[in-house]
T-cell receptor
Framework: NAGVMQNPRHLVRRRGQEARLRCSPM?????VYWYRQLPEEGLKFMVY????????ESGMPKERFSAEFPKEGPSILRIQQVVRGDSAAYFC????????????FGSGTRLTVV | QKEVEQNSGPLSVPEGAIASLNCTYS??????FFWYRQYSGKSPELIMS????GDKEDGRFTAQLNKASQYVSLLIRDSQPSDSATYLC?????????????FGKGTLLTVNP
């Protein structure tokens, strides 16, 4: 029973490029959560998605960031026109409906903008 | 603005000692509390959850919750060098967004052989 899978593990982008981060939830899980960990900062909630629906995107920066969780395939966190301040570790977690326990996170994607 | 505060450390203890990690939170309506362990360069790993006042023990770990004081702690008995990591306190939001966790910045624990 594979855990939450994220890829790529490491991603290097030049300023102005696009970054696409992928998250495949655990089998049977239909809820996905994205968090960002900036250097020397705590984990910050970004977005909560269910299949084909964005439930809460209150933690997403207003511009350049978007997320989706299609009916088929992984959840995608997309960052357009990346800037150096986007360099961070991005973690995804998943859960079944109505689960109130803490999440299990994937291994994360470490984005470096050069 | 919901906040979770932790002493950043580093907290240094000798092998075999008890490590005590503390956390306070601002959202009085929070119902769920978690401790995660994060090794350098790795993802956070859930090690304890606690939902009601009092103590909860799991092996060498004991979580303590005092909702009146808005205080959560984690005790690690018989500390081992492999326990050296950053420990993150996380608190669920109250109300309809209880799926959302607010994390502290973490306490760096070093266990010296």
């Amino acid at each position: 029973n594979a855990g939450v899978m994220q890829n790529p593990r490491h991603l290097v982008r030049r300023r102005g490029q696009e970054a696409r981060l992928r998250c495949s939830p655990m089998k049977g899980h239909s809820h996905v959560y994205w968090y960002r960990q900036l250097p020397e900062e705590g984990l910050k909630f970004m977005v909560y998605l269910q299949k084909e629906n964005i439930i809460d995107e209150s933690g997403m920066p207003k511009e350049r960031f978007s997320a989706e969780f299609p009916k088929e395939g992984p959840s995608i966190l997309r960052i357009q026109q990346v800037v150096r301040g986007d360099s961070a570790a991005y973690f995804c977690a998943s859960s079944p409906p109505l689960k109130e326990d803490g999440y299990t996170f994937g291994s994360g994607t470490r984005l470096t903008v050069v | 603005q919901k906040e979770v505060e932790q002493n950043s450390g580093p907290l240094s203890v000798p092998e075999g000692a008890i490590a005590s990690l503390n956390c306070t939170y601002s959202d009085r309506g929070s119902q769920s509390f978690f401790w995660y362990r994060q090794y350098s360069g790795k993802s956070p790993e859930l090690i304890m959850s606690i939902y009601s006042n009092g103590d909860k023990e799991d092996g060498r770990f004991t979580a303590q919750l005092n909702k009146a004081s808005q205080y959560v702690s984690l005790l690690i008995r018989d500390s081992q060098p492999s326990d050296s990591a950053t420990y993150l306190c996380a608190v669920s939001n109250s109300g309809g967004s209880n799926y959302k966790l607010t994390f502290g910045k973490g306490t760096l624990l070093t266990v010296n052989p």
